[in-house]
């Protein structure tokens, strides 16, 4: 497959980026830019629940007052990183909020910080991590500081194992690494499932590591900006401790998690 056309599946065309207003989700924000194709859209989403005003009592339009400025101050930050973004503030819960966005957006990738917390607003982006790699219909990027964010992404990442999956994160991962100089590693793990002539078919540079994918991965982005893995679709509870969901988790660096397209 070295020889085959290196260009990714389209999944930076439309961006979706959950903001809190926290560094956490301003890191999103800024790699979702430098992702972002030429042609393609980036939206911003920042979620007020101002649901949970109700239950405050006689504080509750105190409450949605704060919770409806942090939002809009969440937007402020994010639309000076991505000035040319569409942006919106959208009310309810951030999980359900950004599943549904995906879908009205017809986004090909949803961005989001690995952790941290709003403050009034509450939206843990753990968490929301966490649900996106689960249950969002396309790729995600899960965004973590970088050590040079002026050069990131230099230095990629791809798991590969044979399959067709692990074919489109490759891809993907190659794409990444042309369009900003860098370099791409793709890394096998013999103690899980490995279909070897499959995966010397999608690169012959390969490096065939002895532990567990999700062990090899983790050290892997050590010294990576991006580590990018395929997704089987495994969606809800289903994906629970799936490759991609602890991948994302365990990663030092920021992760991609390319779920498959129609094209595919």
């Known amino acids: 497959m070295d020889d085959a056309d290196p260009h990714a599946p389209p999944i930076f065309e439309r961006t979706l980026c959950g903001v809190d207003g926290t560094a ?18 980036l939206y911003l989403a920042a979620v007020a629940p101002l649901v949970k005003a109700a239950h405050a009592g006689m504080a509750a339009s105190h409450a949605a007052d704060l919770m ?46 690995s952790h941290g917390r709003g403050r009034a607003a509450g939206m843990v982006l753990g968490t929301v991590a966490a649900r996106m790699v689960r249950d969002a219909a396309c790729s995600v990027l899960v965004a973590r500081g970088a050590r040079d964010p002026e050069k990131w992404p230099r230095s990629v990442v791809a798991g590969v194992d044979g399959s067709a999956e692990s074919a489109a994160a490759y891809r993907v991962a190659r794409s990444v690494a042309e369009r900003f100089g860098g370099s791409v590693r793709a890394v096998a793990a013999s103690a899980d499932q490995l279909d070897r002539e499959a995966a010397h078919a999608i690169t012959s540079e390969l490096e065939e590591q002895p532990g567990r994918a999700v062990d090899e991965l983790a050290a ?7 580590v990018i893995v395929g997704s089987r679709g495994l969606h809800g509870f289903k994906a629970l401790g799936s490759v991609s969901e602890r991948v994302a988790q365990r990663a030092r660096s920021s992760v991609v998690v390319v779920r498959p397209g129609p094209e595919e």
Do not use: F, H, W, Y
């Open 24 to 41: 956490e989700s301003l890191v999103a924000v800024r790699q979702a830019v430098r992702l972002q194709e030429a042609e393609g859209m």
């Open 220 to 226: 892997a982005s050590d010294s990576a900006d991006l």
């Open 68 to 113: 409806q400025q942090e939002a809009e101050a969440a937007l402020a930050d994010a639309r000076a990183i991505a000035p040319s973004a569409s942006a919106k503030l959208v009310n309810g819960d951030p999980v359900e909020v950004l599943l549904r966005e995906v879908e009205s957006e017809q986004a090909t990738l949803v961005a989001v910080g």
